[in-house]
């Protein structure tokens, strides 16, 4: 279940609290999607979850902007547990890092980063680099998504 946002005067927007907070798809578009330029974002975040799944990825996370109040993120990121990932499945954008990520954006509307590869500034892996607030140092909250397509014969979102 995804908590109420945190309100401080030293955040730009509100943020969720400390946390790697559990959300179904359904859930994740409950929440953050009540606006136009929100739902657009979505469709294409929907879509990247979609083939990541196929291609084996137990989990995602999702940050960034999107999970704030911000009525208008210019996108959202996600790292990716790589394991069981099967490259031949997996669209190869999603390994293509370079002009600041824009062929992950232009298809996706969104930026996508293995869960796991470092950072370049902090030296943190991404989902330890995704629970810090950019601005302010502080911790804060992220999404986790399990598969909801393979599972592993298991349907946790029953």
């Known amino acids: 279940m995804i908590p109420d946002y945190l309100h401080h005067t030293s955040l730009l927007w509100p943020i969720l609290p400390p946390g790697i907070w559990e959300a179904s798809l359904a859930e994740i578009e409950e929440r953050f999607v009540f606006n136009e330029r ?8 929907k879509n990247a979850i979609e083939n990541i799944f196929l291609a084996g990825c137990p989990q995602i996370f999702l940050d960034g902007s ?5 009525p208008l993120p210019n996108d959202f990121e996600i790292c990716w547990d790589t394991n069981f990932v099967n490259p031949d ?11 600041g990520r ?3 954006k232009d298809k996706f509307y969104g930026e996508f980063f293995p869960a796991m590869m470092v950072e370049g500034i ?3 892996p991404f989902l330890d680099f995704f629970q810090v607030d ?4 502080r911790k804060k909250g992220i999404v986790r998504l399990k598969n909801y ?5 298991q349907d946790d979102n029953k």
């Open 149 to 153: 397509l393979t599972l592993g014969g």
């Open 122 to 124: 902090t030296g943190k």
């Open 89 to 99: 499945v997996l669209d190869p954008v999603f390994l293509v890092f370079d002009n």
């Open 134 to 137: 950019k601005n302010t140092g």
């Open 38 to 45: 929100r739902e657009l974002l979505f469709k294409g975040m």
């Open 66 to 70: 999107y999970v704030t109040e911000k």
């Open 102 to 104: 824009k062929a992950q």
